[in-house]
């Protein structure tokens, strides 16, 4: 299995387009060393040729331009076509799916989803009824809903990779009918095997809490990437930038705070070969490669994920 990150950031990028803090402004003046990085999602593939897209972010023109991989295949029968063959959504955040939009001048999008995300995206968020317009949108619906809570699912034309669905604790978006109240399927983690070597990817961008389940799924993967929205949970706050913490926003902190165990603590306690912190927020002081706090997960084997990085697990 071959996974290319083609964001790497959280929802606005790095540096924020309106944002002046000492990262975004650090990053534009070249006083640290740390690369700008746009919104994530990441491209999954068996065989190099055919991908999947996790989430599909609202930079994903300048994500396929940068990555020869998605790029038009010249022996196509037709000028116009893609490598990309299917796109899987973690929830209905705008940052995970307002790029669907960007695909429209393509073939009709095969789209898998669980109930929730779909009823987002034609109610609050309806961009699926906006797509009908264009390209159109197949549904293939992922079954995490009520007290289903995991689910395994086939992409067609990936006859080698087996995909795992797992609701997960998150928020779904504020345009949400469960924006108050999370229901299962809102959020979800995904494990994909590759079954011609029994590799494994535990993935999930956005992850609010770790429990037994949580952790019974990372410790059986060989790579784990996962939320790396925030340092501290009070990181927003603190730097001024918004009175939410990273609770309230959906997000697992890398460091303990008094309430709860960070991230770092989670991931020492698996026993993945590749540890990589994904969907990073323009506060977070670990985009900055020169911090104490990119020594800290360099020092527990920890990776930070930047956009162009492949990895095989
Ligand atoms: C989040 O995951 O909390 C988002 O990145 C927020 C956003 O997209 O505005
Ligand atoms: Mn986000
Ligand atoms: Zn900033």
Not at 107 to 128: Q, S
């Amino acid at each position: 299995m071959k996974i290319l990150v083609l964001g790497s950031g959280a929802g606005g990028g790095f540096p924020q387009w309106n944002c002046n803090c000492r990262l975004c402004a650090g990053q534009r003046q070249g006083a640290l060393t740390a690369h700008a990085r746009t919104q994530s999602s990441i491209a999954v593939s068996a065989d190099g040729e055919s991908w999947v897209l996790l989430n599909a972010s609202p930079d994903i023109g300048t994500q396929i331009r940068n990555h020869p991989q998605l790029h038009p295949r010249r022996h196509g029968e037709s000028q116009r076509n893609t490598p990309i063959k299917a796109v899987v959504l973690m929830d209905a955040q705008i940052d995970h799916v307002t790029g669907l939009l960007g695909l429209r001048e393509g073939p009709c999008i095969d789209l898998y989803a669980t109930p929730c995300v779909f009823e987002d995206l034609t109610t609050g968020l309806p961009l699926l009824n906006v797509l009908q317009h264009y390209c159109g949108t197949r549904w293939h619906m992922v079954p995490v809903a009520g007290d289903q809570s995991s689910a395994e699912f086939e992409i067609a034309g990936f006859p080698t990779l087996r995909f795992t669905a797992i609701a997960i604790p998150g928020k779904a978006p504020p345009y949400s009918p469960h924006r108050r109240e999370q229901v299962a399927g809102d959020n979800i983690a995904l494990v994909i095997e590759d079954t011609t070597d029994g590799r494994r990817l535990f993935y999930s961008p956005g992850l609010a809490e770790v429990g037994d389940q949580e952790l019974r799924w990372m410790r059986d993967a060989d790579c784990l990437l996962v939320d790396g929205t925030f340092w501290a949970e009070d990181e927003m706050q603190a730097a001024g930038l918004s009175d939410k913490s990273a609770a309230e926003m959906g997000h697992l902190p890398q460091i303990a705070s008094a309430s709860r165990a960070g991230m770092v603590d989670v991931m020492k306690a698996t026993q993945a070969q590749r540890k990589v912190l994904i969907h990073i927020n323009n506060s977070n002081p670990i985009l900055d490669e020169g911090s104490a706090q990119r020594r800290l997960l360099a020092a527990h084997g920890i990776e930070v994920a930047y956009d162009g990085m492949e990895i095989t697990p």
